[in-house]
Every structure is written in C-alpha cells, then in structure tokens.
C-alpha cells in the first residue's frame, strides 16, 4: 500500500505515479477499530519519514526516475 507524504496544490486521481518500494513498515493486521488503523498508519508516516531521512535513501529524492512522468513532464509540471 502506498502512502503519499508530499502535499500536492491539486488532485493527481488519473495521472500516472513512479514510485520505488524501499522497505518494509509492518505486516497487514485485520483492526478493530477505524481509529487504531489511523492510529497505525499516523505511525507508519513518521517511521517512513524517519527512514527517508537516513544518508541510503537520500540518494532518490531527486531520482530522475520519480520525477519525471508520462510524456517525459517534471513533477514541478505535473503538480504544479
């Protein structure tokens, strides 16, 4: 499941999305509760944070390959 962490100034429903799996958070747990499933994924951002953080994964930040779409547009273009 993906998560998106950046704010976007408009919907992106329909446009195409790169994207790298670079780890694992946790197992898919069947929750009792609408609010201990936010409370879980409130958890995953700031852990999926945390790790992008680390000196390994800084390197893709600016990846080509995540920034540039269908029709070779930038995200800048894309999103913006």
Do not use: M, Q, W
Request: aromatic residues 12%; proline residues 2%.
């Amino acid at each position: 499941e993906v998560h998106i962490l950046h704010t976007f100034p408009r919907d992106f429903y329909s446009a195409r999305l790169n994207l790298l799996i670079l780890g694992f958070i946790r197992p898919e747990y069947d929750y009792v509760s609408k609010e201990s499933l936010v409370e879980d994924i409130r958890t995953d951002i700031e852990v999926a944070k945390r790790s992008l953080e680390r000196e390994a994964y800084k390197c893709f930040k600016n990846d080509g390959y995540l920034l540039t779409f269908e029709g070779g547009k930038h995200e800048r273009e894309v999103a913006g």
